[in-house]
């Protein structure tokens, strides 16, 4: 399985202002998957990232509110601009496995929880 | 559209008894399905996944699910509950390929396992 870290861990930050968080894999992978997870809420996909190409935002997202970078193959960022308290979530990253038993299947980061006052 | 259905929002089992949680999917083709659990300030971490074959899959923690096509459905169970298992669980449903393969997830259910 794919090892995941994100930066931050957590964060407290001031509405208006924006955040910037990291996800590094330990492995070469081709789609990684940008979510939320809202106070007592499920996961909802923020966003497609693909290596090369401009990210597949979903519905109800887009790019001036969370842009998305994907330099390569192991790393892609998201960013939550002006924040407001309605921002406050966990924000995960997640990678689609490529090889063996592991394809197919979705490995998560261990979260970034955001709260913004 | 893809959907997920899980409609336990919560459970309370007494540790040692048996569990089954309830999931129910829609998916135009042959779907991908898991089961993945949070613990509480955790990430996800994935209990067990059916893409084809056998449809009593087994995963981690001795917990297993039956996919049922012909329900729509793919519940997890576990025949003896833990304290330890008390967390949020998620099934989630998506395709084999590209775009198709992100996640739909249910809107979790959370075990509380009494003592």
């Known amino acids: 399985s794919a090892v995941i870290s994100q930066k931050p861990s957590r964060d407290i930050c001031q509405r208006g202002t924006s955040l910037t968080i990291q996800c590094q894999v330990d492995?070469?992978?081709?789609?990684m998957f940008w979510y939320r997870q809202q106070p007592g809420q499920s996961l909802t996909l923020i966003a497609t990232?693909?290596?090369?190409?401009?990210?597949?935002?979903e519905s109800g997202f887009v790019i001036d509110k969370f842009p998305i970078s994907r330099p390569n193959l192991t790393f892609s960022t998201l960013t939550v601009s002006n924040m407001s308290p309605e921002d406050s979530s966990i924000y995960l990253c997640?990678?689609?496995?490529?090889?063996?038993?592991?394809?197919?299947?979705?490995?998560f980061g261990p979260g970034t929880r955001l709260l913004v006052l | 559209a893809q959907s997920v259905t899980q409609p336990d929002i919560h459970i309370t089992v007494s540790e040692g008894a048996s569990l089954e949680l309830r999931c129910n999917y829609s998916?135009?083709?042959?779907?991908?399905l898991f089961w993945y659990v949070q613990s509480p300030g955790q990430g996800l971490q994935l209990l067990l996944k059916?893409?084809?074959?056998?449809?009593l899959v087994q995963g981690i923690k001795g917990f297993e699910a039956e996919f049922k096509r012909s329900q729509s459905s793919f519940n997890l169970r576990k025949p003896s509950v833990h304290w330890s298992d008390a967390a949020e669980y998620f099934c989630?449903?998506?395709?084999?390929?590209?775009?198709?393969?992100?996640?739909?997830f249910g809107t979790g259910t959370r075990l509380q396992v009494t003592l």
């Open positions: 997640s990678v689609r496995g490529t090889s063996g038993g592991n394809v197919g299947t979705q490995y």
């Open positions: 492995s070469q992978v081709t789609m």
């Open positions: 990232a693909n290596q090369g190409s401009e990210a597949t935002y």
């Open positions: 998916y135009g083709a042959t779907p991908y």
């Open positions: 059916y893409f084809s074959g056998d449809t």
């Open positions: 989630a449903v998506g395709g084999s390929t590209g775009t198709a393969s992100k996640l739909t």
